[in-house]
């Protein structure tokens, strides 16, 4: 046996000895992953927690709680029954949901509108719960982990990288391939959970329909004012086999209709959306941020989550947060960019401190920034965490620094406390929860709302949209929020959504 030969069965043994083979639960076939089930729930709990960090949530008690017990009825009935689910509505009027893995759902309060049945939005999280229930996102990372691993292979078995650029090219296509095949199969699970809860499996059907609707709109809009195509990222609108897949979908959740319809439950939902918000929401509320010690700076638009029990006040030149002993502190104090230089460069050049300790770059939330520790000297008597991070042309200073030992605080006294944080690792949490605020970029506006009424004898959309202010293509929207677009009008008797 030559060299190469011998190599060969090296590599490979090596490759097997790094991957992974589950079962999916939702299909039952072997699964090739890269990810365990407790790394996708970390996974999933590290990035939610990001969500919620920068994004706005729709504080509504009663919606959410009414989404979240439909959202646990069809989780009963999925293939990952025992998986802790969390249903939350992004506070944004974009047409859209998506999930993260571990078992994380979330639905855009602009999608919201356009449904119109407790069944229809069962659909969509059906949808999106069957990602879940298929590890969809664990095994789109085991095909990008893949298609890395023969990469390296074919470079070191025939000495080419001009092999290993294919190989990439055919590790993006397959994920993209994937993408189409796991919606597919997102719908198939979704209508089975339908189904399984006695929701009515055709609303799957009914909200594909609400899609693509929308996405005739906004093409129509596209073409007048010149702006890119927004759809919904299920539909995969610029696939010119999209009918095809509607009529997968139509096959499937017709074989599973036969035996019952299932209900709609569409007066619970008009009662759930009353008052809904529709469009921008000008006045948000905020969510209570006491547990999270969160600052928010409107003017100069961000967050940071101080150590939980710190007092934080506004200075005239810093902003300042302190532990309630008075041993620790945190201040952060602005600059502006004058010189296009790296954190680590500003930190040396312009804060004069030469060298720091355990020094490291950081990106979050869209923006850069490094960290460090300055050691004790002549103006401390302890080391100093030091932190800068770019926004814009601001640059943000911020510092933790110590004056002597914590006190202890009755809970950490406990018999079997959790472990307290060191100062340092408080100050690097806080640190790395600075993030862009969205209410700088509030703007003047009154927010309009969602509100039904029955139709008679002389409603027509022409008719209600002369009494909305919803611009140049009132029509237009009022049929998309009824399932009227691009024609038809509503009966006598009907329940009809208004914006006002």
């Known amino acids: 046996m030559n060299i190469r030969a011998i190599t060969l069965i090296l590599i490979s043994v090596c490759l097997l000895s790094v991957t992974g083979c589950a079962i999916n639960p939702a299909s039952g076939t072997p699964d090739f992953v890269f990810m365990s089930e407790q790394d996708e729930l970390e996974l999933g709990k590290e990035l939610h927690e990001k969500i919620i ?53 979330y639905v855009n309060r602009g999608l919201l509108s356009y449904l119109d049945s ?15 229930t298929a590890r969809h996102s664990v095994k789109q990372d085991a095909a990008r982990k893949g298609s890395s691993v023969v990469t390296v292979l074919s470079v070191l078995t025939t ?28 719908d198939s699970l979704g209508a089975e959970y339908l189904y399984n809860t006695n929701y009515n499996p055709k609303a799957m059907i009914e909200v594909i329909g609400v899609l693509k609707d929308q996405e005739k709109f906004s093409r129509r809009m596209a073409r007048e004012t010149g702006k890119q195509v927004a759809t919904y990222h ?14 997968e979908v139509v096959g499937k959740a017709g074989d599973l209709s036969k035996d019952k319809a299932g209900s709609d439950n569409r007066d619970q939902y008009r009662e759930a959306t009353e008052g809904l ?37 506004n200075q005239r030149q810093q902003i300042l947060s302190k532990a309630p002993d008075g041993h620790a502190r945190m201040s952060i104090q602005v600059d502006l960019l004058r010189q296009p230089v790296a954190p680590d460069v500003y930190i040396r050049e312009v804060l004069g401190i030469p060298f720091l300790q355990q020094s490291e770059p950081f990106t979050q939330f869209g923006l850069v920034g490094h960290t460090g520790i300055q050691p004790a000297g002549d103006k401390h008597q302890y080391p ?21 030992p914590a006190t202890a605080t009755e809970a950490a006294t406990e018999e079997n406390a959790p472990p307290q944080k060191t100062d340092d690792e408080q100050f690097v949490a806080s640190i790395h929860s600075f993030r862009p605020s969205r209410t700088a970029r509030r703007v003047a506006g009154k927010s309009k709302s969602l509100h039904y009424v029955k139709a008679n004898e002389r409603t027509t959309f022409k008719r209600l949209a002369e009494h909305v202010e919803l611009g140049k293509y009132a029509e237009a929207q009022l049929r998309l929020l009824n399932g009227y677009y691009p024609r038809g009008e509503p009966q006598v008797g009907e329940w009809i959504k208004i914006v006002r």
Do not use: C
């Not at 504080?59 to 802790?84: C, F, M, T, W």
């Not at 650029?165 to 994920?175: K, P």
């Not at 993209?176 to 199969?185: A, C, H, N, S, T």
């Not at 100093?384 to 002597?404: D, F, L, M, N, P």
């Open 53 to 105: 960090a920068s994004t706005p949530i729709y504080q509504d008690e009663k919606l959410a709680a009414y989404i979240d017990d439909i959202g646990q009825k069809l989780v009963k009935n999925s293939h990952r029954p025992d998986l802790k689910y969390t249903f939350t509505i992004i506070d944004s009027p974009d047409i859209n949901a998506f999930a993260l893995p571990g078992g994380y759902i």
């Open 118 to 132: 407790e069944a229809q939005l069962a659909a969509v999280m059906a949808h999106e719960i069957g990602h879940v």
């Open 159 to 186: 000495g080419s990288s001009v092999i290993g650029d294919v190989t990439d090219l055919w590790g993006t296509a397959a994920v993209m391939g994937y993408g189409r095949d796991m919606e597919l199969e997102a």
């Open 234 to 247: 299920g539909v995969f609108a610029t696939h010119p086999r999209n009918d095809e897949r509607l009529q």
């Open 277 to 313: 918000l529709y469009g921008i929401n000008y006045n948000p509320k905020t969510a209570k941020t006491a547990e999270n010690n969160t600052y928010s700076h409107s003017k100069l638009g961000f967050s940071i989550d101080f150590p939980k029990g710190w007092e934080s006040e």
């Open 384 to 404: 100093t965490r030091i932190a800068v991070i770019y926004q814009g042309r601001r640059i943000y200073i911020i510092r933790g620094e110590v004056s002597g």
